[in-house]
C-alpha cells in the first residue's frame, strides 16, 4: 500500500470513533467493497425479514394442529395450507433461509470489515515510525506492542459489531416491535416496550460501571507484558547476576494485579449476564400469563399463545446483542483509547511543505553555532562550530556526556536543532526532506541491531532490491565473506534477535557491509570498535579505514588510537568544542587531548602485561 496520509484522530466519544471510521466502511476508490457493501445490507434486509416470519409458521403450524383447523372447508387449498406438515416445513425453510442470508452478510462483509482493519493498522504503524527518535527512547517495547494489538482488536471488534451486529440488531428489532403491534393489543406492547427499556437501561449502567474495571485490566495486562519482554530481552545480564528469582517476583507481582483486574472484570459480567436475564424473563413471564388467559377463556387460538413466545424469544435475540453491543464498544473503545493516544503524539521533526531532496555534491558537512538540548534546563550543545571538508575524515571525542552522539543523531536530524544550523554542501537540512538526507549518511554505530532474519537480509536492509551479487560483494569487501562462507547455511543463516547468534565483532562487520551496501557520500562512525577486544578492534577499524576513503566521514571515538590518523580531531567538553586539530597538533598542546591518550595508554600498557601475566600462568601441553 502507498503511504498514507496524516491520520485524522476521533476526539474520543463513540459517535466520534464511529464516523471516524466510516471512511474505511466505505472505502473510497473501492467500487469493489461497496458493492459488497449493498450486498451484504440486502442480505441482511432479506434474512431479517425470514426471521420475523419464522414466529407465524410456528404459529400457523400449532394452528393446524387444531380440531377443525379448515374451518369446514373441503377444498384442496384450503386443507393444503392448514396441513401440519406443511406449515412446520414452512418454518423449517424459514429459519434455515434466514441463517443462510444471516451468513451471506457476513461473508460478504467480511473482506470490507478487513480492509478497513488493515489500513488502520498500517496508518498506526506509519505514525509510530514517524514519532521522533525521543519518544521510542522513552516508551517500553512490551507495552508498546501490546497497545497496538488492543487497539488493533478494538477496530476490529467495533468494525465487526457495527456492520455485523448493531445494524442487523436495529433492523430486527423494528421489525419485531411493529409485528407485535400489528398481531396484539397494546398492552403487550406496552408491557414489551417497559421490558425493553428497563433491559437497555440496566445493560447501559452496568457496563459503565465495568469500564473501570477494564481499564484497570489493560494496564495491569501492559505492565505485566513489558516486565517480561524486558527481562527476556535482559536474559544475559539476568543470567551473570542470578537474579532469576528477582525477575520471577516481579513478573509473578504483575500477573497477580492482572488475576486480581481479570478475577473483577469476568465476575462484572457475569451479575450484568444475570440481571439481563432477570429483567427479560420477568418481562416474558408477564405476556405469556396475558396470552395465557385470553387462550383459556377462548379468545384467541393456542397458536396466539405460541407467537407471543416465539416472539418474546425472537426478541432476546437482539435485546442481548444490544447489551453485548454496548459492551463490546465500550471495551473497544477502552483497548482503542491508548491507540489514540499514540496517534495524537505530535512529530517532533516535520518536513517544511514541498521541502525538497538534498543535493549532494561533494558531501561536505558543516556545523554552524549549534545550540541544542534534550531537556531546557540542560543544555548539551552550546554552540558548536566546525566543518567536515568533503572527502576528509574528523574525529570528534571527550568524556561521556560531552555530545559526541548527539552530534550524529542531529545530523540524521532525528532532532532539530534549538540554535544555529547544520548544513551539507551549503543545504540547510532543516529545509530539506528526512528521506533523502538520511539516503545521503552511513552509520556504523556502536550496538549494532540486527534483525531477526538471515544474514542476507541484514546486509541487503542497506539497499532495498539489491541483489545477491552485490550484497556478496558488500560482505568481500567488509572482510566477513570468508566467515559466512564457512557457515554451513552461508547467507542463509539465521542471526537470532538482535543479531545474538553472532559475535559483537561480526554483527559490526555486518553493520560495516550494510553500509557500504548503502554506498553513502557520508559516514559516520559512532564509536564503532569501542565495545570490542583489542584484536577484533585492529582488524575492524582496518576495514573501516578502507570504507572510509573517499567518504565525507564523521567519527564519534571513545579510543583514541582509533582516530590517529582522522584530518582533525575535535576535543568536547561541557558542549563546547575544547581542542581541535591533528593528533601531532594537539598532543604539542598538552591539554585535555593530551591528559586523555596518557591515560589510555596506561590503561592499555596495565591490560597487556595483564594478559601477558595470564599467559604466562597457562601451563604447556
Not at 407467537?307 to 444490544?322: E, S, T
Not at 463490546?328 to 483497548?335: A, C, K, W, Y
Amino acid at each position: 500500500m502507498n503511504a498514507p496520509a496524516p491520520m485524522p484522530k476521533p476526539k474520543g466519544k463513540a459517535s466520534d470513533t464511529l464516523a471516524f471510521l466510516k471512511p474505511y466502511l466505505w472505502p473510497e476508490g473501492r467500487a469493489d467493497l461497496k458493492v459488497q457493501v449493498l450486498w451484504a445490507l440486502l442480505a441482511m434486509l432479506v434474512g431479517k425479514l425470514l426471521t420475523i416470519a419464522t414466529p407465524f409458521a410456528y404459529k400457523w403450524a400449532t394452528n393446524a394442529f387444531t380440531p377443525g383447523a379448515a374451518g369446514g372447508k373441503t377444498d384442496l387449498l384450503t386443507l393444503v395450507l392448514v396441513s401440519p406438515v406443511i406449515m412446520v416445513l414452512a418454518y423449517g425453510v424459514a429459519r434455515m433461509m434466514s441463517q443462510v442470508f444471516n451468513n451471506i452478510r457476513d461473508a460478504m462483509f467480511a473482506g470490507v470489515g478487513q480492509h478497513a482493519v488493515r489500513g488502520l493498522s498500517n496508518r498506526a504503524f506509519n505514525h509510530l515510525h514517524n514519532l521522533s527518535l525521543r519518544f521510542h527512547l522513552q516508551r517500553r517495547t512490551g507495552g508498546l506492542s501490546r497497545v497496538i494489538e488492543r487497539g488493533k482488536m478494538g477496530i476490529e471488534t467495533i468494525i465487526r459489531l457495527t456492520m455485523m451486529v448493531g445494524i442487523p440488531t436495529v433492523v430486527e428489532f423494528v421489525l419485531t416491535a411493529g409485528a407485535l403491534g400489528w398481531q396484539f393489543d397494546l398492552i403487550y406492547v406496552a408491557v414489551v416496550a417497559a421490558t425493553v427499556v428497563v433491559y437497555v437501561w440496566f445493560s447501559i449502567v452496568a457496563s459503565n460501571m465495568r469500564i473501570a474495571i477494564r481499564k484497570e485490566m489493560n494496564e495491569a495486562d501492559s505492565d505485566s507484558m513489558s516486565k517480561a519482554v524486558d527481562s527476556l530481552l535482559n536474559f544475559e545480564t539476568v543470567k551473570y547476576f542470578g537474579n532469576e528469582q528477582l525477575e520471577r517476583s516481579r513478573y509473578d507481582r504483575a500477573t497477580a494485579a492482572y488475576e486480581k483486574a481479570a478475577i473483577k472484570t469476568y465476575t462484572s459480567l457475569a451479575w450484568l449476564n444475570i440481571g439481563q436475564a432477570v429483567i427479560f424473563t420477568i418481562g416474558m413471564t408477564i405476556v405469556m400469563l396475558m396470552s395465557a388467559y385470553e387462550v383459556m377463556n377462548g379468545t384467541k387460538s393456542l397458536g396466539h399463545f405460541v407467537l407471543v413466545n416465539a416472539f418474546m424469544m425472537q426478541l432476546a435475540i437482539p435485546l442481548n446483542f444490544i447489551g453485548t453491543l454496548y459492551r463490546e464498544i465500550s471495551t473497544g473503545l477502552i483497548d482503542m483509547e491508548a491507540m489514540f493516544k499514540l496517534l495524537d503524539e505530535p512529530q517532533e521533526v516535520i518536513d517544511t511543505p514541498g521541502a525538497p531532496d538534498l543535493k549532494v555534491g561533494q558531501g561536505a558537512v558543516a556545523f554552524k553555532d549549534v545550540v541544542f538540548s534534550y531537556d531546557a534546563d540542560r543544555p548539551i550543545l552550546k554552540g558548536v562550530s566546525f566543518e567536515v571538508p568533503a572527502g576528509k575524515t574528523v574525529a570528534i571525542v571527550g568524556p561521556s556526556g560531552a555530545g559526541k552522539s548527539t552530534i550524529s543523531r542531529l545530523l540524521f536530524r532525528f532532532y532539530d536543532v534549538k540554535g544555529g544550523s547544520i548544513e551539507i554542501d551549503g543545504q540547510d537540512i532543516r529545509h530539506i526532506n528526512q528521506a533523502s538526507l538520511r539516503r545521503a549518511i552511513g552509520m556504523v554505530p556502536q550496538d549494532t541491531v540486527l534483525f531477526n532474519d538471515t544474514i542476507a537480509y541484514n546486509i541487503g536492509y542497506g539497499r532495498n532490491g539489491a541483489s545477491r551479487e552485490e550484497v556478496e560483494a558488500a560482505a568481500e569487501q567488509a572482510q566477513i565473506s570468508a566467515f559466512i562462507a564457512s557457515l554451513p547455511q552461508g547467507y542463509d543463516t539465521e542471526v537470532g534477535e538482535r543479531g545474538l547468534k553472532l559475535s559483537g565483532g561480526e554483527k559490526q562487520r555486518v553493520a560495516i557491509a550494510r553500509t557500504l551496501l548503502k554506498s553513502p557520500p557520508i559516514l559516520i562512525l559512532d564509536e564503532a570498535t569501542s565495545a570490542l577486544d583489542t584484536h577484533t578492534e585492529r582488524e575492524i577499524q582496518a576495514a573501516l579505514d578502507e570504507v572510509s576513503q573517499n567518504r565525507t566521514t564523521l567519527v564519534i571515538a571513545h579510543r583514541l588510537s582509533t582516530v590517529v590518523g582522522a584530518d582533525e580531531i575535535l576535543v568536547l567538553k561541557d558542549g563546547l568544542v575544547a581542542e581541535r586539530g591533528n593528533h601531532a597538533e594537539l598532543m604539542k598542546l598538552k591539554g585535555l587531548y593530551f591528559g586523555m591518550w596518557e591515560r589510555q595508554k596506561a590503561a592499555d600498557a596495565a591490560r597487556d602485561q595483564l594478559a601477558k601475566a595470564l599467559e604466562s600462568e597457562v601451563p604447556a601441553e
